[in-house]
């Protein structure tokens, strides 16, 4: 092997080396990104930028993180940079169509977003991206037609239907609004307490919507465990002794529960590895039904706890004191 031969391999080992490791810094710079250090990964790229010189992937990083710091003209400048060295970035175009979206320019986002589905046809945010942005711009039925693509794709999703809603929610679109988070709700019922949670519904009034929210029409799966015992106590809201006395048995007897708990006038909801519901019955008392799965325990252990719960629901009662009306 001549000397020049060596020198040459020598080089192309050196400068695959060095791109090695400007690799493992971006790499770095992302997760920092990624973990809310938009001040670190600022640093790193800087760092690699003035070393290795600027590339597409690390201006996307810089820029990204200098948005994330409020520097937003210094971080549009670094995208559209690294948007010309690398049209290939298919986050970049994503970026730049959130800004053109900050400052409602439909038209300059709509290219962005199309630039980011034709470099990744397949990718199911493509529909729902496209969509926002058409809604946003008033184009409502090519709006829908995107929704209903990306909603086709993932139909078992209940997030994707929420999404969709909350989108149509925005543009005072109701009716559709409604019937995403229909099939959210059959989907996933826990859905209604984010639905509850989330101002965008806040203002829906329809009779659809407030049936959604306030019927229960959960059906527990062939040969579910089950077990519903009526107390002398009334379900009263989620004021009520009923429901306070539920929640001090689940923590004394050391079940795990989500602490949202869905209340309204009629039932209430409470999630553990069980379904808890509370209501009252025609003769005034209240009812606790627990219902599960048979996969998530077995009759021994669900008898075992659910009567360990029963009996600690009732020594609250018992102990409760004496309510002046």
Not at 11 to 26: G, M
Not at 66 to 75: A, P, S, Y
Not at 204 to 230: E, I, K, N
Not at 250 to 260: C, I, K, N, S, W
């Amino acid at each position: 092997m001549t000397s020049m031969v060596r020198i040459l391999l020598f080089l192309v080992f050196l400068l695959s080396s060095t791109a090695l490791v400007a690799d493992q810094r971006l790499d770095e710079a992302q997760r920092q990104l990624d973990a809310e250090q938009p001040q670190v990964a600022l640093g790193i790229t800087d760092q690699v930028i003035d070393r290795e010189g600027a590339s597409g992937r690390a201006l996307l990083i810089r820029s990204t993180a200098k948005i994330q710091l409020g520097l937003v003209e210094d971080g549009q400048r670094d995208l559209r940079r690294a948007l010309e060295l690398d049209p290939a970035l298919r986050q970049g175009w994503l970026n730049l169509a959130g800004i053109e979206i900050a400052f409602e320019r439909w038209p300059a986002a709509l290219e962005a977003l199309r630039e980011a589905e034709r470099l990744d046809p397949g990718a199911p945010d493509n529909h729902l991206n496209l969509g926002t942005v058409l809604l946003m711009k008033g184009d409502i039925e090519a709006a829908a037609q995107r929704f209903d693509r990306y909603l086709a794709s993932r139909p078992n999703d209940p997030d994707a239907f929420f999404q969709v809603a909350g989108n149509y929610a925005l543009a005072s679109d109701e009716p559709r609004a409604v019937a995403a988070l229909q099939r959210a709700v059959a989907i996933d019922e826990r859905m209604r307490m984010r639905i509850r949670a989330d101002r965008r519904f806040g203002l829906f009034t329809s009779v659809p919507f407030q049936t959604l929210m306030t019927t229960d029409r959960y059906q527990p799966p062939v040969g579910a465990h089950r077990t519903a015992v009526a107390f002398q106590t009334p379900y009263m809201g989620e004021d009520g002794e009923l429901i306070e006395a539920v929640l001090k048995a689940l923590r004394a007897v050391g079940e795990t529960f989500d602490p949202r708990v869905e209340a309204n006038p009629r039932w209430a909801l409470i999630w553990a590895d069980m379904r808890i519901k509370l209501f009252s019955q025609a003769d005034g008392t209240g009812v606790v039904e627990m219902t599960a799965p048979v996969t998530t325990m077995n009759k021994t252990e669900w008898e075992r706890r659910t009567q360990r719960l029963l009996r600690a629901i009732h020594n609250e009662l018992t102990s409760l004191p004496l309510r002046v009306q």
